[in-house]
């Protein structure tokens, strides 16, 4: 059982459909990630959120849009989204200034869009 | 510009050797981390060892060890006496601006390893 639990572990929805992940933890850590894994192409990181503060936005659509209400939840809306964002979506949290314990990582959810 | 490298998709070890898993890197921040991760089949990421860009020693964890060659870039991740458990992907990653509240940390393509009995 990992120290980050992610929400529903699988997804698939339509073009048209909301749907939200969700990311929790329990580590005490300040920070939290959302990775974004497709097939054959290196992690690509889409926020960062340190003390509940957004501090990186990687060029991610808007059809994208995450939310941290506090330090140990984190979410990720999604509304019309292509076929094209179908991936595995991977939530991390880590403590800022303890840069020597990697990441904590989730399950992760894997996001079908039909 | 591609900032991690891992030059290797696949690689095959017979159980009980080892084996040395690539990773190049490009930076021009002095104080940065490397990171190795593991991802199974069940697609959580686990991570493994860390070296600090600072740091004189190699670092080294269990089975793990981590050959840093600073002047050439390298971060090689070293599984010594690899079990049939360690089949799986593994990621080189690194974080920039260690000190200074960088919060970014990006990953290489990765290397699927194979451990045959």
């Known amino acids: 059982e990992t120290g980050v639990t992610q929400t529903p572990r699988h997804l698939v929805m339509g073009m048209t459909n909301k749907k939200s992940l969700k990311c929790e933890q329990h580590?005490?850590?300040?920070?939290m990630y959302w990775y974004k894994q497709s097939a054959k192409k290196p992690l690509e990181l889409m926020f960062v959120?340190?003390?509940?503060?957004?501090?990186e936005n990687n060029s991610v659509p808007s059809r994208f849009s995450p939310e941290c209400p506090n330090s140990s939840h984190l979410f990720l809306h999604l509304h019309t989204l292509q076929p094209e964002d179908s991936a595995l979506y991977l939530c991390?949290?880590?403590?800022?200034?303890?840069?020597?314990?990697?990441?904590?990582f989730g399950s992760g959810t894997r996001l079908t869009v039909v | 510009a591609q900032k991690i490298t891992q030059t290797q998709p696949g690689m095959f070890v017979q159980e009980k050797e080892a084996v040395t898993l690539d990773c190049t890197y490009d930076?021009?921040?002095?104080?940065?981390?490397l990171f190795w991760y593991k991802q199974p089949s069940s697609g959580e990421m686990i991570f493994l060892i860390y070296?600090?860009?600072?740091?004189?020693q190699n670092a080294t964890e269990g089975r793990y060890s981590l050959n840093f060659q600073k002047a050439r870039k390298s971060a090689n991740l070293v599984i010594s006496a690899s079990q049939l458990g360690d089949s799986a992907m593994y990621f080189c990653?690194?974080?920039?601006?260690?000190?200074?509240?960088?919060?970014?940390?990006?990953f290489g393509a990765g290397t699927r390893l194979f451990v045959k009995a």
């Open positions: 991390a949290s880590s403590q800022d200034h303890q840069a020597n314990y990697g990441y904590t």
């Open positions: 580590l005490g850590h300040n920070a």
């Open positions: 959120y340190s003390l509940e503060e957004r501090v």
């Open positions: 930076t021009s921040d002095p104080s940065y981390g």
């Open positions: 070296q600090g860009s600072y740091d004189q």
């Open positions: 990653a690194m974080r920039e601006g260690l000190y200074t509240g960088g919060f970014k940390t990006i």
